[in-house]
């Protein structure tokens, strides 16, 4: 039971180029998450999926993109990089009450 | 996220007892948590209260919910170097359980 998983770990992007984050949960998890993590910010959310086939926005979704097609996967996607995305990505997963936060994944747009 | 406040340091001495403080907004807030994050890591939770509960104690943990004034504390005795990390403070929203943080209080155990 590897909990939840992030890949990759490490992103080093230019402005404008797209890549996808992929996150994992083996948990059967219905509700999932993706935040970012600034220095001296708590947290923040950016997208959120309720289960399998559902998205909704969250806090800071401008320059996001998310999809959940199939249950265990929640991908985000930035399609052009801006400097103000490097930040650290972190994915979690809700059991009933408690989230489930993976190892989080650190991209840096040059 | 800036609706969920807290202290950003804290110093103990190791083996004295280290009180954490959060202060929320959102009075219709169900449940509201405590992780832990360290250097380089994802987030730990450590535990939660229900927004109907005053106190909560696990091990060397204690929680003390205020809801009247919104104050939210995590108690943590016989405090070790190993408890040295940043603790986030965090408040439910809604029926996704959307989480509200705070900025996060860094922890410093010292001899």
């Known amino acids: 039971n590897a909990g939840v998983t992030q890949t990759p770990k490490f992103r080093v992007l230019k402005t404008g180029q797209s890549m996808t984050l992929l996150c994992a949960q083996d948990?059967?998890?219905?509700?999932m998450y993706w935040y970012r993590q600034d220095p001296g910010m708590g947290l923040r959310l950016i997208h959120y999926?309720?289960?399998?086939?559902?998205?909704a926005k969250g806090e800071v979704p401008d320059g996001y993109n998310v999809s959940r097609l199939k249950k265990q996967n929640f991908l985000l996607g930035l399609e052009s990089a801006a400097p103000s995305q490097t930040s650290v990505y972190f994915c979690?997963?809700?059991?009933?009450?408690?989230?489930?936060f993976g190892p989080g994944t650190r991209l840096t747009v040059t | 996220g800036e609706d969920v406040e807290q202290s950003l340091f804290l110093s103990v001495r190791e083996g004295d007892s280290s009180v954490i403080n959060c202060t929320y907004t959102?009075?219709?807030?169900?449940?509201l948590y405590w992780y832990k994050q360290e250097p380089g890591a994802g987030l730990q939770l450590l535990t939660y209260?229900?927004?109907?509960?005053d106190m909560k104690q696990d091990q060397r943990l204690t929680v003390l919910l205020n809801k009247k004034d919104k104050h939210l504390s995590l108690r943590i005795a016989d405090t070790q170097t190993g408890d040295s990390a940043i603790y986030f403070c965090?408040?439910?929203?809604?029926?996704?359980?959307?989480?509200?943080f705070g900025a996060g209080t860094r922890l410093a155990v010292h001899p």
């Open positions: 999926s309720v289960g399998e086939g559902t998205t």
């Open positions: 948990m059967n998890h219905e509700y």
């Open positions: 209260i229900f927004s109907n509960m």
């Open positions: 979690a997963s809700r059991s009933s009450y408690e989230q489930y």
């Open positions: 959102d009075s219709s807030s169900t449940y």
């Open positions: 965090a408040e439910a929203r809604g029926g996704y359980n959307k989480l509200i």
